[in-house]
Nanobody, 121 residues
Framework: QVQVVESGGGSVQAGTSLKLSCTTA????????MAWYRQRPEKEREFISYLTNEGTTIIAPSVKSRFTISQDSAKKTLYLLMNSLNSEDTAVFLCLGNVVVSGLSGCQPYWGQGTQVTVSS
């Protein structure tokens, strides 16, 4: 079993910053990459950023100037630093872990439950 757990969400004022964390645990042999998505009210799940274990990053153009993805490999933790938040950023932020687990071949996707971010103006 693999657990993916997000934390760090909350209610903040527009213009402030927030840092989300995503930890993984379980029978993980190797992390292939991890990603952040968000689900805004009445909208489809939206890709935010992806970080490979080798350090390659992909980030959505819509947030590139404000969001930064990073990781602590030793802690198997992924972060998302969000600056200059606005009401359009109100969403459930979800973490995706692509990991190799014992007993299965290849990278397998595992989702967390999400953490709510609410930005008020």
């Amino acid at each position: 079993q693999v657990q993916v757990v997000e934390s760090g969400g909350g209610s903040v004022q527009a213009g402030t910053s927030l840092k989300l964390s995503c930890t993984t645990a379980g029978n993980i042999i190797r992390i292939c990459g991890m990603a952040w998505y968000r689900q805004r009210p009445e909208k489809e799940r939206e890709f935010i950023s992806y970080l490979t274990n080798e350090g390659t990053t992909i980030i959505a153009p819509s947030v590139k100037s404000r969001f930064t993805i990073s990781q602590d490999s030793a802690k198997k933790t992924l972060y998302l630093l969000m600056n200059s938040l606005n009401s359009e950023d109100t969403a459930v932020f979800l973490c995706l872990g692509n990991v190799v687990v014992s007993g299965l071949s290849g990278c397998q996707p595992y989702w967390g439950q999400g953490t709510q971010v609410t930005v008020s103006s």
